[in-house]
């Protein structure tokens, strides 16, 4: 997989996050401001670390690799804690988000090891 290719595929990630986000954040009765920021800055910084790749900074690999696995890990708990306590609207966008993190995970991951 190219640098180019790696990059567009972690920009399409980062605008999923920033638009779910933005969607929990309007939809939302509580008005949960830390999906706005968590949403935005976590696009935001998938974003930097998916272009400094790109133009091939050594350590932007681990970076990225490593946001993406707290990403995932987060999803995967907070849906779990959300189904727990009944909230299954909840429990449904954060089971999704972390089944569309996984795949990203696995093909950052398996980048670094190649």
Do not use: C
Request: proline share 2%; aromatic share 10%; charged share 10%.
């Amino acid at each position: 997989m190219t640098s180019r290719l790696l990059f567009h595929l972690v920009v399409g990630y980062a605008l999923l996050l920033a638009v779910v986000g933005v969607g929990t954040y309007v939809w939302s009765a509580r008005r949960p401001l830390i999906a706005l920021v968590g949403g935005i800055g976590g696009g935001l910084l998938l974003t930097i670390l998916g272009w400094l790749y790109h133009r091939r900074v050594l350590w932007s690999r681990a970076a990225l690799v490593t946001a993406v696995t707290i990403f995932t890990a987060s999803f995967v708990w907070r849906s779990l804690e959300a189904l727990v306590q009944s909230d299954n609207t909840s429990a449904l966008i954060l089971g999704l988000l972390a089944i569309v993190s996984l795949p990203m995970f696995i093909v950052l991951y398996r980048m670094t090891r190649l």
